[in-house]
């Protein structure tokens, strides 16, 4: 950890939008929980949803009522610093469940602080794709451009990725030992979310 930034009590929320329930083994489930593990070392503590796990209603709003936990997970994820959208490729898009999750947070387009600025405004995202198939780019530029639109800020290299060639079945989970160019990436991801959201956390946004 480093001495000079303090992320003493930085909290992350990873949410899984692997497209299988618990507990079925989920490449996006590991890639998730290694990345928390990488956090660990900068001071950072957290926990994994998966989102398909959950009854999220489909919509734009913060509550859309008849059973819908969003409103449960929109409050953890409120109360962390760094958000982390875990998704698989399908026929190159984001899966279904990311598409939901998104759609969800546009609803923090209307809610706002005393100064103006929206609730996410001073929190961290990173994304992490895997996939056998080409699109992690495609994706993460998808997750990306939302997730900043509805104001989270993204560090430099926000992305962990692992793809694996076109047209066979090899998953992330399959493979022993992890890449070491992913690992490393993912490394990477950790430290910049946990440095940014230090310093946004020392340093706020100003009012909007």
Known sequence: MDEN?????LRALVLCCTLRKSPSRSSSELIGRRLLEALRAHGVEG?????????VAFGVGVDEGDGD??????????AADILVISTPIWMGQPASVCKLVLER???E?????DEGR??????????????????????SAEVYQALNDVGFSLPANAVTYWVGE???GTDYQD???????????????????????????????PPA
């Open 5 to 9: 930034q303090p992320t003493e009590s």
């Open 47 to 55: 926990e994994q949803v998966r989102v398909v796990d959950q009854q």
């Open 69 to 78: 936990t969003w409103p449960e997970l929109r409050a953890k994820m409120l």
């Open 105 to 107: 947070l546009d609803a």
């Open 109 to 113: 387009l209307g809610e706002t602080d």
């Open 118 to 139: 929206t609730l996410t405004s001073g929190k961290v995202a990173g994304v992490a794709v895997v996939g056998n198939e080409d699109g992690a780019h495609h994706v």
């Open 166 to 168: 076109a047209m066979q």
């Open 175 to 205: 493979l022993d030992p992890e890449p070491e160019k992913t690992a490393a990436t993912t490394t990477t991801l950790a430290a910049n979310l946990a440095h940014l959201a230090s310093l946004l956390r020392a340093a706020p946004y």
